[in-house]
């Protein structure tokens, strides 16, 4: 069971260029999320999804674009990076969209360096 | 995230107990929960609980609720040196017709053999 696989593991960028953060889960789950992660700030929700179709803003969208064609994949777009967008992402999936008790399970985390 | 705020680092001796605080913001919040990131991992989750309960134990660990002042901490028995990471502690703050899970800054526990 892969659980929640995120592709690249690291992946450095000029300012400017445009790149697509890959997250799959093999679980089914209705709800997934990408998170940012930056020292002292803790995890920051990015944009989520509850479901096939539908996607909404979480605390920092500016800079991002997801899209939800299906259950599986949650892809992250950054159409123009930029060097505060350096971070660790994390893309996270929970069977429902109410959470609850639900946990979140999280992939292993994309490195990302704008230069 | 949000207002949801952790100290940053605390330092422990192998044997002695940790206790990791959390301030949150929400009081509709309906769950809170602890979880964990070992270095160059994801995050997993610990433990939650129900807000309207006071305490929680699940085996070395006990979560404590004070849902007046919105303070939340874990309690680590016996810490091990594999106890040694990063715990964030996170709301599920209600969002329109779903929820959203705010995380706190994270809490990096050192333990020393």
């Known amino acids: ?115 | 995230g949000e207002d949801v705020e952790q100290s940053l680092f605390l330092s422990v001796r192998e044997g002695d107990s940790s206790v990791i605080n959390c301030t949150y913001t929400d009081s509709s919040s309906t769950y809170l929960y602890w979880y964990k990131q070992e270095p160059g991992a994801g995050l997993q989750l610990l433990t939650y609980i129900f807000s309207n309960m006071d305490m929680k134990q699940d085996q070395r660990l006990t979560v404590l609720l004070n849902k007046k002042d919105k303070h939340l901490s874990l309690r680590i028995a016996d810490t091990q040196t594999g106890d040694s990471a990063i715990y964030f502690c996170a709301e599920n703050r209600p969002s329109g017709a779903t929820n959203k899970l705010i995380f706190g800054t994270g809490t990096l526990l050192a333990v020393q053999p």
Request: glycine fraction near 10%; proline fraction near 4%.
């Open chain 1, 1 to 115: 069971n892969a659980g929640v696989t995120q592709t690249p593991k690291f992946q450095v960028l000029k300012t400017g260029q445009s790149m697509t953060l890959q997250c799959a889960q093999d679980m089914n789950h209705e709800y997934m999320s990408w998170y940012r992660q930056d020292p002292g700030m803790g995890l920051r929700l990015i944009h989520y999804s509850v479901g096939a179709g539908i996607t909404d803003q979480g605390e920092v969208p500016n800079g991002y674009n997801v899209s939800r064609s299906t259950t599986e994949d949650f892809p992250l777009r950054l159409l123009s990076a930029a060097p505060s967008q350096t971070s660790v992402y994390f893309c996270a999936s929970s069977y429902s969209a109410g959470l609850k008790r639900e946990k979140l399970f999280f992939g292993s985390g994309t490195q990302l360096s704008v230069l």
